[in-house]
């Protein structure tokens, strides 16, 4: 059988498509509703449960499990279907999140989060894997800007969800409104997905890469959430892990040029168009998140909102992604040059950067909030492009793979962005040395979020462009 011979794409009506669609942003929605929403309801739960030492954890253990397991997902759909792991990744996230509601003690709890992290790895990026199964790449930038609408959604509902319902209801609503929307997204897709092809292969699954990928990206997120925090950037316990990350990374690399099927395959690695493209998203979605985490410390401590406040002024930067993302995807139907859109969209973003750097104290409200909206449309018009540009360039056996590889990098960016961006303010004197002593070190916040842009400007450039067909059989 010739592996690389075309398959037909599945006839679907539009009016399929939506119901398939449907269920897809239903189940990735609990996943990204769960990174945001739980930060304002953590001081209730540790005095709910008496513990407020191992709160980090909660955050913590959901996370580092979430995006270790990603790329094993994407390996996994393309062994034994989109289906059947999109299925498992929902009922795993299910139980973990009842596991939540039940837990008693902040350590069981940070467990069940854990366990919540296995389904939630694979909800995002095999959901977008399924969009390249059923959509031809010409109308994927339609779609996608669904996937970008439920971002927003998720990035604005969270935070205010989330303390809504932690101080009006109880903090264990958070995880109880998880299991009739999963039980929603299995309904929407289990029998429509039961009816599309299988393009899956024989593959063999690197036992010993996915250990040491797991182990390694879980070293490094605790290296960069811990280091600046917890502890000093040279205590022997971030040396330690720095090195322990050196090693299984060494291990990692080591194990795909050895293994008979590596995890990640290396015509995928050697491909330009995942290479730099899942590298721009990295660097891109690093910046965007440690945003979202530190303007709103800015206007607190600097321009001195309250938490509220700040929190209303980081709608602009929420929001207006999506802008970005719907204009982004039309754009991509009709025009053939469309990586120039995404670079447009970087260029405004780092453009939009530079004023925040020069005068941090002297923009009114007004122009801060306009700026902010600028650098959001920017960045939106980033992962459409980006996504579908991957979706394009590779085949339908490795679909999952790629899609897991842009998932990764995405997650991994953000806990690295938040992580420079911490080391950046920690370098801000005391409170009692005036705002204006704290701004200056903050215009170096915005200047590194714009040089950030510029690389991921740069990275993008590197990628290769094809053209999108009309039908996935004839990709290559």
């Excluded at 389904?119 to 010409?138: F, K, Q, Y």
């Excluded at 970008?148 to 604005?156: F, I, R, V, Y």
């Excluded at 008979?260 to 730099?276: A, C, K, T, V």
């Excluded at 980033?382 to 590779?394: A, E, K, L, R």
Aim: proline share 5%; charged share 10%.
């Amino acid at each position: 059988m010739n592996s690389e011979a075309p398959v037909a794409q599945p006839t679907l009506g539009k009016d399929e498509i939506r119901v398939i669609m449907i269920g897809l942003m239903v189940a990735m929605f609990p996943g990204a509703l769960d990174s945001t929403i739980i930060g304002p309801a953590l001081p209730t739960i540790g005095r709910d449960l008496g513990d407020i030492g191992n709160l980090a954890w909660i955050a913590t253990a959901y996370l580092l499990v979430s995006t270790a397991v990603t790329p094993l997902y994407g390996k996994l759909s393309d062994i034994h279907g989109r289906r059947i792991m999109l299925l498992i990744a929902i009922g795993l996230f299910a139980f973990g999140s009842l596991l939540c509601a039940l837990a008693p003690t902040t350590i069981l709890l940070a467990a069940a989060r854990a366990v919540q992290g296995l389904g939630g790895g694979g909800l995002v990026s095999l959901a977008m894997t399924v969009i390249g199964d059923i959509v031809p790449p010409r109308e994927r930038p339609r779609y996608q800007v669904y996937t970008s609408m439920m971002w927003t959604t998720a990035s604005l509902l969270g935070p205010v969800a989330g303390g809504y319902l932690a101080e009006r209801w109880h903090w264990t609503v958070i995880f109880w409104i998880n299991l009739p929307l999963c039980v929603a997204s299995w309904l929407l897709t289990d029998s429509k997905l039961r009816t599309l092809p299988r393009h899956e292969r024989p593959h063999k699954l690197d036992y010993a890469g996915a250990v040491l990928i797991v182990v390694a990206s879980a070293l490094l997120q605790l290296t960069l959430s811990w280091g600046g925090t917890h502890y000093g950037w040279t205590s022997p316990t971030i040396l330690g892990l720095g090195a322990a990350t050196i090693v299984f990374c060494g291990l990692f690399v080591w194990r795909l040029a050895v293994a008979e099927e590596p995890l990640i395959p290396y015509r995928l690695l050697s491909n330009r168009i995942i290479r730099f493209g899942a590298t721009s998203v990295g660097v891109t979605m690093a910046i965007y998140v440690a945003l979202t985490i530190y303007v709103p410390v800015f206007l607190e401590s600097v321009r001195g909102f309250s938490a509220s406040h700040s929190g209303l002024a980081l709608l602009p930067l929420t929001a207006c992604s999506t802008i970005g993302a719907v204009s982004a995807g039309r754009a991509m139907i009709h025009i053939r040059r469309y990586k120039l859109v995404a670079m447009f969209g970087l260029t405004m973003a780092a453009v939009g950067l530079a004023p925040l750097f020069l005068w941090p104290l002297d923009l009114s409200i007004t122009q801060f909030e306009i700026l902010l909206g600028v650098v959001s449309i920017g960045v939106g018009a980033v992962f459409p492009i980006t996504t579908v540009s991957i979706q394009n360039s590779v085949a339908r056996h490795d679909l999952g793979t790629a899609m897991s590889l842009i998932t990764f990098a995405r997650n991994l960016g953000a806990a690295v962005g938040v992580a420079l961006f911490g080391v950046v303010v920690a370098m801000a004197p005391p409170a009692t040395d005036g705002a204006a002593a704290v701004g200056d070190v903050f215009r170096y916040v915005f200047l590194v979020g714009a040089c950030g842009y510029g690389l991921a400007l740069i990275l993008l450039a590197f990628m290769d462009e094809r053209s999108l067909t009309g039908a996935s059989g004839q990709l290559k």
